[in-house]
């Protein structure tokens, strides 16, 4: 008698749909008009392919620059130190990586990896092969008002000239610009994409958080493009596991021999 019940109510709400041409139909997707829509995407900078971080291009081969410190207010002076009395003392804690979590922006586009632009009407989606993720930059869009918070935060962007400009807001609690301090509600993260020359492209990121940072923090990104190269799968589950007895310390990767971390592995 229950299921027939649940029949019935099934088949009232698939009738409301149908004759309200579906509950959802103000959040339809965007559907451009492949005739025409592509015109406008043929026209944006060459940054198509895969890029991989070049910092020789910042540093210089005769010799290296400081990069860019953050100036923190004295509530996130004390919580930063705090953080590096307790590393000192307990080691690096590795909880992140042990379980898979993201970076986050604006740490996805900092780390050793390569990424992919891929432009379509109304976004710029950049792929990267840490953790397989997608950042998505919806071009012409307003930033909301009240973002969800996300790793890699809402993102909206313009076309400047021959320079994308992005502004990304509403971020996760355990997404962090720099180790041991928490950012605020308000963290704000503009960027600014422009090729420098050929195959080289060059990222501007300012950061601001108030009651976090002090004063703007800016940083520089390069990247040179890679023709021969393709992102490549990248599955946090297979390889990182705890190491027995250290608290989330290490990661285990399975390897043999404790002198050599990277020996042969055991034996079958």
């Known amino acids: 008698m229950k299921a027939v019940k649940i029949a019935v109510r099934l088949a009232g709400v698939l009738a ?37 971080p070049d910092w020789s291009i910042l540093f210089g081969a005769g010799g290296r620059r400081p990069a860019a410190e953050a100036v923190l207010t004295p509530a996130a002076q004390a919580e930063l130190d705090a953080f590096l009395a307790k ?30 632009f891929l432009f379509s009407p109304d976004r710029v989606t950049i792929f990267t092969e840490t953790y397989s993720q997608a950042r998505r930059i919806y071009i012409g869009q307003e930033l909301p008002a009240d973002p969800d918070p996300l790793f890699n935060g809402s993102s909206v962007g313009r076309w400047d000239g021959d320079s994308l400009l992005v502004e990304t807001v509403g971020f996760n609690d355990l997404v962090s610009y720099m180790p041991g301090v928490k950012h605020g509600a308000q963290m704000h993260i503009s960027e600014r994409f422009w090729m420098e020359a050929n195959d080289v492209l060059r990222v501007e990121t300012t950061i601001t958080d108030p009651g976090v940072l002090a004063e703007p923090l800016v940083q520089q990104l390069a990247f040179r493009r890679q023709p021969d190269w393709q992102i490549r799968e990248y599955e946090c589950n297979e390889n ?19 002198g050599d971390p990277f020996g042969p592995p055991p034996a079958e």
């Open 87 to 116: 590393q000192e003392t307990e080691g690096v804690d590795q909880f992140l990586q042990v379980h898979c979590i993201p970076s986050g922006m604006p740490g996805i586009m900092r780390l050793p990896y390569p990424l992919e």
């Open 16 to 52: 409301l749909v149908g004759m309200t041409g579906g509950v959802a139909a103000q959040d339809a997707p965007f559907q451009p008009n492949r005739a025409s829509a592509y015109s406008e995407v043929t026209g944006w900078p060459d940054f198509t392919g895969v890029w991989a």
């Open 240 to 258: 990182n596991r705890l190491v027995d007895g250290e608290n989330g310390a290490n990661l285990d990767l399975g390897l043999e021999d404790e």
